[in-house]
């Protein structure tokens, strides 16, 4: 089945600065990589997400990157605020289990003042 | 337009007792996704459900969990004869069409300890 690792798993930047979180999948079928982001004790909240017929999408200072061949997909948060402090989680939906999401581990984004 | 709706948000139980965890899927939504996060770790899939069927159950232990959506009515997960390892938080997610690349919204989560 479909394995969807994350990298790293904490990460701590100054305010300002960019932070990039990284995901690999093993599922060449997959066609979804949606991104959540989770406050301590709140729900996973959908912040972007990628398709695979796309290679890079963007909103405001938040933008994805899919390489398919590499299997590899990217996060990245620029201008880093302290409200962005949170755990992050990549998914990979499988193509042949269309709703089943799978998650990565998560990252720990701390962002110092 | 009320969101996915799970109550309770907090449930302690006894080992050996059963936890009954009840999920309201969005308005207009009919796909109902459980999930499993233990402390520190990521959310894995356990269960996926429509009206009064149960699509894909593999990421379910096959003894002690069963869940639920009938056709009145929240889905519900039911655990029996919990034990300390049951402590967790349990998210419920839903959708409208269950189709791939379909966004899935999360509840607040029930956080479950076993004592």
């Known amino acids: 089945g479909e394995n969807v690792e994350q990298h790293p798993s904490t990460l701590s930047v100054q305010e300002g600065d960019s932070a990039v979180i990284k995901c690999t999948y093993s599922?060449?079928?997959?066609?979804?990589f949606p991104w959540y982001k989770q406050e301590l004790g709140k729900r996973p909240q959908l912040i972007i997400d990628?398709?695979?017929?796309?290679g890079e999408k963007k909103d405001q200072r938040i933008a994805v990157t899919l390489n398919k061949t590499a299997k590899h997909f990217s996060l990245h948060i620029t201008e880093t605020q302290p409200e962005d402090s949170a755990v992050y989680f990549c998914a990979a939906t499988q193509q042949s289990s269309a709703s089943k999401i799978i998650f990565g581990s998560g990252t720990r984004l701390s962002i110092r003042p | 337009n009320a969101g996915v709706m799970q109550n309770p948000r907090h449930l302690v139980r006894r080992r050996g007792q059963e936890a009954r965890l009840r999920c309201s899927p969005m308005?207009?939504?009919?796909?109902v996704y459980w999930y499993r996060q233990l402390p520190e770790e990521g959310l894995k899939f356990m269960v996926y459900l429509q009206k009064e069927n149960i699509i894909d159950e593999s990421g379910m232990p096959k003894e002690r969990f069963s869940a639920e959506f009938p056709k009145e009515g929240p889905s519900i997960l039911r655990i029996q004869q919990v034990v300390r390892g049951d402590s967790a938080a349990y998210f419920c997610a839903s959708s409208q069409a269950g189709t791939s690349g379909e966004t899935q919204y999360f509840g607040p989560g029930t956080r479950l300890l076993v004592l």
């Open positions: 599922d060449s079928a997959s066609n979804y």
């Open positions: 308005k207009g939504h009919s796909h």
């Open positions: 990628i398709r695979s017929n796309v």
